[in-house]
């Protein structure tokens, strides 16, 4: 069992950055894939992008160069490094994750955080 707890949400305005932070506890850290997602109000769930227990990372067309996903596992956190912050961007923010090596979009993840808020003004 593991459970994933959300921080770092706020209100930002375009341009600014937010840092995104994925607490996990419970079971190995280390053995598990970690994606983000988000999900803005009346439109479907949305892949981010994900690190593997290898810290290889992956990530959607729509936040690369921008975003950053990195983990460190002596404190077992994923982090979500978001640069460049654009009013589309506002949603809450999702970790996942998975005793696998896929973070894909389609991978079925096992534990879901609650969510974090981000919003952007313009």
């Known amino acids: 069992q593991m459970e994933l707890v959300e921080s770092g949400g706020g209100l930002v305005q375009a341009g600014g950055s937010l840092r995104l932070s994925c607490a996990a506890s419970g079971d190995s850290f280390s053995d598990y894939g970690v994606a983000w997602f988000r999900q803005a109000p009346g439109k479907e769930r949305e892949y981010i992008g994900g690190?593997?227990?290898?810290?290889?990372?992956r990530y959607a067309e729509h936040v690369k160069g921008r975003f950053t996903i990195s983990r460190d596992n002596a404190k077992n956190t994923v982090s979500l490094q978001m640069n460049s912050l654009r009013p589309e961007d506002t949603a809450v923010y999702y970790c996942?994750?998975?005793?696998?090596?896929?973070?894909?979009?389609?991978?079925?993840?096992?534990?879901w955080g609650q969510g974090t808020q981000v919003t952007v003004s313009s």
């Open positions: 690190i593997t227990r290898t810290s290889n990372t």
């Open positions: 996942a994750a998975r005793r696998s090596m896929a973070v894909t979009a389609t991978t079925f993840y096992d534990y």
